[in-house]
């Protein structure tokens, strides 16, 4: 155990962990894919797959919908690596892992267009290549589909009539 020196004055410690936490909470909320960001039901999901539009910028093959169902979020997604493809669980859970990072890192700008414009977005990333890529090209790779996701947004909020 150790020793905290409790505070001579309650209210100062208080106010500056709360700035600090204040502060800590702005920084890393740009870069997060929080549980609530994961395309996890199992209904959109299966919508997603039986009939939601698709393309391919390999090694990905790209499944998204526009305003899917009951989501809570305006951005959602998943990642997926085929089991037949990597016999190896530790294969395929290294590559989903590199593709959320970097999905993680370059969602913003798409994020922050469904934001302005009201729309909804689903996405499920399934990697179809052969062997385990490198960072650089999984970077790349999730640039163009980012780039290509946001051009296939309307530009603007449609302004309802009151």
């Known amino acids: 155990m150790y020793n905290q020196q409790p505070c001579k004055v309650a209210a100062p410690c ?35 797959f039986r009939q939601a539009p698709t393309f391919f910028v390999y090694p990905y093959k ?31 859970n290294r590559i989903k892992r590199l593709t959320r990072e970097v999905y993680r890192l370059q969602k913003n700008p798409l994020q922050q267009k469904l934001a302005s414009t009201g729309k909804k977005l689903a996405v499920f990333f399934l990697y179809t290549g052969k062997e385990v890529p490198e960072f650089d090209i999984v970077k790349e790779k999730m ?9 296939k947004l309307p530009a603007q ?6």
């Open 62 to 92: 790209v499944y998204y919908q526009q305003d899917a169902g009951a989501q809570a979020e305006p951005l959602q997604a998943a990642f997926g690596v085929s089991a037949r493809t990597f016999k190896k669980a530790a294969d395929r």
């Open 14 to 48: 208080k106010a500056v962990s709360f700035v600090i936490l204040q502060q800590n909470r702005a920084i890393r909320q740009g870069f997060t894919l929080a549980k609530h960001e994961r395309l996890k039901s199992r209904k959109l999901l299966e919508q997603l």
């Open 143 to 151: 640039q163009a589909i980012l780039a290509q996701l946001e051009n």
């Open 157 to 162: 909020r449609e302004q309802i009539d009151k």
